[in-house]
């Protein structure tokens, strides 16, 4: 039932999606009502349904409410308009930030009309196992969403053909909800979705794992925010808080690469990849971007992986820009920044620094 990029529209959103629901298990009332809603959504958006996307679409109105909220409680906790504007609440930090999340959804929509959708339609008729979805098995795929999230994330920052789309997620220099509105046109260009096809291959119907992902991005949007501070450590150890989240956008050197979980830090405990936020964060990266042009934020890392990769050497070493970690640097090679960019130091030879740093901060952070 493939064709091209065209797929039996009854087989993939109301038969299958139907086998994927067990009624024996889960009652007649939540399998119809998931049905309902599964075949408005189809009957509005047609058979190419993001269901990812549509989830996030739905959550805008709640998204745009919190954020102005917590521009209100900014300026209402500090009784000046300049504390607001040192969170990042100026027009063209927020305008930058929701066109980086605008366009990044249109993109993504259309890719998964144009292939994606056809892509994950094939990996479900081609499915090893169908797993009902059910009181019992809706908490292991939640923890096997998470766990592909995890993967996809720790990917995206180890590897450089995959940062070249996080990377604009994390260059904001400043903390609030719409931080989290900062992703790449080139998330499903790049391949992100690869991420997802091993699930659905399975047995996941790719409804239910792009809606459960959906969820987990929602999620994340109200965990990059400054003005929740640390909560009760049972709760800090086991899911991804607000000072978890601000801890992954450090690039403090003891934060880089550090707390990749979305709803859950459960694997970064289990792969040793959690680090509790003990001084104030400094937003950004290593190797920060200075612009706020929306092709320079989008395309800045590809356009400078591209032309490592292409600048005089052995083959061999050539390719190592694509799969290597994003600071990995070329023998005899020195690094192309296209774009002007400012390099915090993390090494050893940056110690004296940091260490000055680390005291004011310190200092500051004491008294927050």
């Excluded at 766990?147 to 994330?153: A, D, E, K, Q, S």
């Excluded at 925010?225 to 690039?251: C, D, Q």
Aim: aromatic share 14%; with cysteine; glycine share 6%.
């Amino acid at each position: 039932m493939i064709s091209g990029c065209q797929y039996d529209k009854t087989l993939f959103a109301q038969d299958a999606m139907s086998a994927a629901f067990d009624p024996r298990a889960t009652g007649s009332h939540l399998e119809q009502a998931v049905q309902e809603i599964i075949n408005w959504v189809y009957g509005t958006f047609g058979e190419h349904v993001d269901w990812m996307q549509t989830l996030l679409l739905a959550s805008l109105p709640l998204f745009i409410t919190t954020l102005g909220l917590e521009w209100q409680w900014v300026r209402y906790r500090s009784g000046s308009r300049t504390a607001a504007i040192e969170n990042g609440f100026t027009p063209q930090n927020i305008l930058v930030n929701m066109s980086l999340g605008v366009s990044f959804s249109i993109v993504d929509f259309l890719m998964h009309l144009v292939f994606v959708g056809a892509i994950m339609a094939f990996a479900w008729d081609h499915r090893v196992f169908t797993i009902p979805i059910n009181a019992w098995t809706l908490l292991p795929i939640f923890l096997l969403e998470e766990l592909t999230f995890y993967v996809y994330h720790r990917t995206a920052h180890r590897v450089r053909w995959f940062w070249a789309q996080h990377v604009g997620h994390h260059s904001g220099e400043t903390m609030n909800m719409s931080t989290a509105a900062r992703q790449s046109v080139l998330n499903a260009v790049l391949g992100v979705w690869l991420f997802l096809v091993p699930p659905v291959f399975l047995g996941i119907h790719p409804g239910v794992f792009g809606a459960m992902l959906g969820i987990n991005l929602a999620y994340q949007w109200f965990v990059h925010t400054e003005i929740v501070s640390k909560l009760h450590p049972a709760l800090e150890w086991l899911f991804n808080t607000p000072s978890n989240h601000r801890v992954h956008h450090g690039r403090n050197p003891q934060y880089i690469d550090r707390n990749f979980g979305g709803v859950l830090m459960i694997y970064d405990h289990l792969f040793s990849s959690y680090e509790p936020e003990n001084e104030r964060v400094e937003y950004g990266i290593p190797r920060q971007i200075r612009s706020n042009n929306w092709f320079v934020l989008n395309l800045h890392e590809f356009v400078d992986m591209w032309r490592d990769a292409i600048a005089p050497g052995t083959l061999t070493e050539r390719l190592k820009h694509f799969w290597k970690p994003p600071e990995w640097e070329r023998e005899g090679h020195a690094p192309v920044h296209t774009w002007t960019v400012e390099r915090i130091d993390t090494g050893a030879e940056a110690a004296p620094r940091l260490e000055s740093l680390k005291s004011q901060q310190n200092l500051a952070f004491s008294h927050s």
